[in-house]
Every structure is written in C-alpha cells, then in structure tokens.
C-alpha cells in the first residue's frame, strides 16, 4: 500500500528564517511527486511536480527536491504570506489517484 | 485562470438522507476526481471518473455512492443514505490527461455535515 508521510506536522518560523519540510513514501513505482498548497477552507493549489530522483523545481521562495526515498521543500527567506498547510501527495504506477500525506501547518511571523 | 467550482459551499443533511455534491470541472479536463478530507486527517481519493465510466475507485467508494456527469459540464458525487461518517470536506479535481505529468487542480470543496 502506497504511503507518504510528512514531518513536522506544524512549524513556525520568524519572517525571514529558511527552513525544510519533509515528505517521505512508500509508492509502487512513482510516476511524480506533487506539491500543493492549502489555505484554510480552500482546496489544495498545485504548486510542483517532481518525476525523478535528483530533480529540483523553484518557484519564488519554494523550492522542491527529490530523492529516491524523500522529498523536501524549501522555503528561503519565508513572508507571512507563506503561511499555509503544504501538501505532498504521490503518484503511483498504473493508478489514478493521489495518495496525500497529512500536510505540514506553516506558520510565519512577521 | 480556469478554475474548478464546487457548489454548494456548505451542506447540512440529516443522516440518512440523500446529498448530491455538485462540481464544473475546468473546460478542457477529460479526467475527474473526488476526494475527501475528514477533519484533522489526510485528503483521501474516492473515484476517478473518465469517459463517463468509473476508472478506479477505492475502498471508500461503496454502494452508497455514486458519480455522474449529467451534462457536459458538471460532474456530481451523490451519497444515496448519508451516515455521520460521512461528515468531511469533498474535493472535486480534474486534470487535461491522465498521469502524472497532468497535475490535478482542486475546487475549494463542499463541507457536508451529517446530523
């Protein structure tokens, strides 16, 4: 069975202060590792992709690596308009649907 | 920028009772989704829906529900006898093609209350 775990399940940093958050899983032959973004009483927002181990993508302060094992998303100098839950969810062979992790709670403080 | 859209917003049901959930996928999607987010816990997949036939569905996914694409617009998830259970946050999703490299953008949800 296809898992993804992320840690910490919340963290809060000062405005300004970088930090990582982490994704692990356990998928049957992954197809892509997804990012989203998820502002409280909305629906996840699609950020990144990531298909290969070694393969990185940035978009404005985020940026998302991969590994065989894990994913981090970095986030550099963060605002508080970061603030948010981020979402990793996977893609496995011969399979339609997402399996997500709980998601990560992004505090930042001005 | 297209947008999936999701009415109502909120829906409050008395157990028991049926509930059709109600999602405009963006134009060009040909794939269809439906998740669901129990509060506090991790999003889950319900059913993909393609060419107008279930493509795969979980465990989840029992008899009680069904999908539907009425029309060429909407896509709707319809629980026939709703259970306290059945309290979360419905996602609907699509996406341009199936796979990975066709990433599946979300509508902000329907909240369902059982009571």
């Known amino acids: 069975e296809d898992q993804v775990t992320q840690s910490p399940e919340a963290l809060r940093l000062q405005e300004g202060e970088s930090s990582s958050l982490n994704c692990s899983y356990t998928v049957s032959g992954l197809r892509g590792l997804f990012w989203y973004r998820q502002d409280p009483g909305k629906g996840p927002e699609f950020l990144f992709t990531?298909?290969?181990a070694g393969e990185e993508k940035e978009k404005e302060r985020l940026k998302a690596t991969l590994t065989k094992k894990e994913s981090f998303l970095h986030i550099t100098a963060p605002k508080p308009e970061d603030s948010a839950t981020y979402l990793c969810?996977?893609?496995?062979?011969?399979?339609?649907?997402?399996?997500f992790g709980k998601g990560t709670k992004l505090s930042v403080i001005p | 920028e297209p947008e999936v859209t999701q009415t109502p917003s909120h829906q409050v049901t008395q157990m028991g009772q049926e509930v059709i959930l109600r999602c405009v996928p963006i134009?060009?999607?040909?794939?269809f989704y439906w998740y669901r987010q129990i509060l506090g816990q991790k999003v889950e997949f319900l059913v993909s829906f393609y060419n107008n036939e279930i493509s795969e569905k979980s465990e989840i996914f029992d008899d009680q529900f069904s999908v539907e694409r009425p029309d060429g617009s909407n896509f709707t998830l319809k629980i026939r006898s709703t259970k306290l259970e059945d309290s979360a946050m419905y996602f609907c999703?699509?996406?341009?093609?199936?796979?990975?490299?066709?990433?599946?953008?979300f509508g902000d949800g329907t909240r369902l209350s059982i009571l």
């Open positions: 134009s060009n999607h040909l794939y």
């Open positions: 990531l298909y290969s």
């Open positions: 999703a699509s996406s341009p093609g199936q796979g990975a490299r066709q990433p599946q953008h």
């Open positions: 969810a996977a893609h496995g062979a011969g399979s339609y649907q997402l399996t």
